[in-house]
């Protein structure tokens, strides 16, 4: 499934009513789909019998809003519509409202909003019809007025609950991204016409969305083929379970460790003992078939007993951090064994002055070998300790694979967090393509992006993975199926996913709290299995 942005979304129904299906029609189709859509949820919510109360806005929205309306009203169901402003006498969706008997008020002729008061304490269902897609100003006004009032009905003690459904969006979200006005109310389901849009997966709009469905306005593929002429509009895909199966690695039965390739773990120090074998469990819970560790001595005991599948690179430091001798052992094994391996770079590692020359030793070495190895992954510190590298990005092989949270992406685009998390899915695209390098960022509803303008977006959000070790174990899981053969790309879409799934299985059975990263990781083999059972 695709997701678009608002000018996406324009250009598709341009060329949409070039090729014959018109403006009018798309809006019947939205406005018809919408009432189909809330008539199978009234049994899903239990209500018996539905009074629905549809607030109409002056634009295209409001179009869809009274077309759904007269839609309900048709099929028999108790429907009334309020008016941000009157429109048109010969407005052909108003006037159909009215043929249909359709009780009509409108704010401009309410004083104080008597009347909308008396229909919000009847309404059990409201429609939200108010803004759509093209309209990103702060509320004000009546408008503001309205949704006060919307917002008091929601939360009336003395009254029936209600139930609130978006058409397209939830007034005063910013579909591109995200945004979210502070008069806005929260929908319990959206209604996206013909794909969802970006601001459905970026917070705080994503919260206020509810359950998310999405309606058919009658464009056909085939119809508006080659509609995406413009460069600037990119690739932006929903991740699902289909598109990860298909990219899964294929496991022979003949097979041995080897057919599955090697994964290196370079990191761990004093304050961070376990990030490398929380990674290389990850990495063998996706298939790998060797991981082999190069970490400071400090942390090898910890580390081979938390992961004693694991081998060793021998490192001569007896400090507590990687450091410049570390470089010469590493560079040796790279030399004998990069042709069917990954490198990890970073769980772990810290931040001390001799790792950062260590960092800048190895990268030589790596870059030496990049034709031979299939992929590098540099997450955690090493992506903090890349970031105050000049022109860092022509320091790593091509298409190296980036997993940075929110704070690390600041830290590598010279941007603020605020910024970096305003525009998630534009941001992660920008930089894939200036980096040349693939970015995994990392939160609610991940977004891996491409050099080539693909972008696909997780479609979890779960605050149970906001825990310790959960980016290493995500790592772990890209270099384990790098390992296996994928390209970064689908290396990382499927380790993200792969991960993102795990954490919504234990949600299920545990709660939103308490996920342990080890817990995480042993749940990928499970995952994987539900997958390919699916075929």
């Known amino acids: 499934m695709e997701i678009l942005s608002v000018a996406e979304m324009r250009a598709l129904e341009r060329t949409a009513d070039a090729h014959g299906l018109s403006y009018a029609q798309m809006m019947q189709n939205a406005g018809q789909g919408a009432a ?41 169901l108790t ?34 909003l008597r009347v909308l008061h008396q229909m919000l ?56 991204t995200g945004e979210l006005d502070p008069a806005a109310v929260p929908a319990d389901l959206t209604i996206a016409f013909h794909a969802p849009k970006r601001g459905h997966y970026c917070f705080p709009a994503a919260q206020a969305c509810g359950e998310l469905i999405v309606a058919s306005i009658g464009i056909q593929p085939d119809t508006v083929a080659g509609w995406r002429t413009d460069s600037a509009f990119p690739e932006v895909q929903l991740a699902d379970e289909a598109l990860v199966r298909e990219r899964l690695p294929t496991r022979q039965r003949d097979a041995h460790k080897g057919t599955f390739g090697r994964v290196l773990v370079v990191g761990g120090c004093r304050e961070y003992l376990g990030a490398p074998a929380l990674a290389a469990r990850a990495a063998y819970r996706t298939g790998a078939g060797l991981v082999a560790l190069a970490v400071p001595e400090f942390v090898r005991p910890s580390a081979a007993v938390a992961c004693p599948e694991a081998i060793f690179v021998p490192l001569p430091d007896a400090d507590a951090y990687l450091g410049p001798t570390s470089h010469p052992p590493i560079a040796q094994w790279l030399a004998s064994e990069a042709r069917d391996s990954a490198v990890l770079l970073g769980p772990g590692l810290g931040q001390a002055p001799a790792t950062s020359a260590f960092l800048d030793a190895l990268l030589t070495s790596l870059r030496a070998e990049a034709d031979r190895l299939r992929g590098l992954v540099c997450d955690a510190d090493a992506l903090n300790l890349l970031a105050q590298l000049p022109e860092w ?14 704070g690390e992406m600041a830290r590598l685009a010279q941007r603020s967090t605020a910024d970096v998390q305003g525009d998630r899915i534009g941001c992660a695209l920008r930089c894939a393509e200036a980096w040349g390098h693939v970015v995994v960022l990392k939160g609610a509803h991940t977004v891996i992006a491409a050099p080539d303008r693909r972008a696909i977006v997780l479609p979890f959000a779960n605050p149970a993975l906001a825990t310790a070790g959960s980016g290493d174990v995500l790592a772990g899981c890209v270099a384990g199926l790098m390992a296996q053969g994928l390209a970064p790309f689908d290396a990382a879409l499927c380790g993200a996913y792969l991960h993102g799934a795990a954490g919504e299985r234990w949600r299920t059975a545990h709660g939103d709290a308490g996920l342990l990263a080890g817990e995480l990781a042993s749940l990928i083999p499970d995952v994987i299995h539900a997958l390919k059972s699916r075929q």
């Open 36 to 76: 189909q859509i809330i008539r199978q949820r009234l049994e899903a919510w239990g209500i018996q019998r539905p009074r629905i109360l549809v607030l109409v806005g002056p634009g295209n929205n409001g179009g869809d809003g009274l077309v759904c309306a007269t839609a309900l009203a048709h099929a028999g």
């Open 79 to 112: 429907v009334q519509c309020y008016l941000l402003k009157p429109r048109p006498e010969d407005d052909p969706v108003y006037l159909a409202a009215r043929a249909a008997g359709l009780f009509v008020a409108d704010a401009q002729n309410d004083m104080r």
């Open 121 to 176: 304490s009847h309404a059990n269902v409201i429609v939200d019809a108010l803004l759509g897609t093209g309209v990103s100003r702060p509320i004000e006004g009546d408008l503001r007025a309205i949704l006060r009032e919307v917002s008091r009905r929601r939360r009336a003690p003395d009254l029936p609950p209600c139930k609130l459904v978006a058409l397209d969006g939830v007034t005063g979200m910013n579909y591109d």
């Open 393 to 406: 990005w022509l320091r790593l092989p091509a298409q190296t694979v980036l997993t940075p949270h929110p």
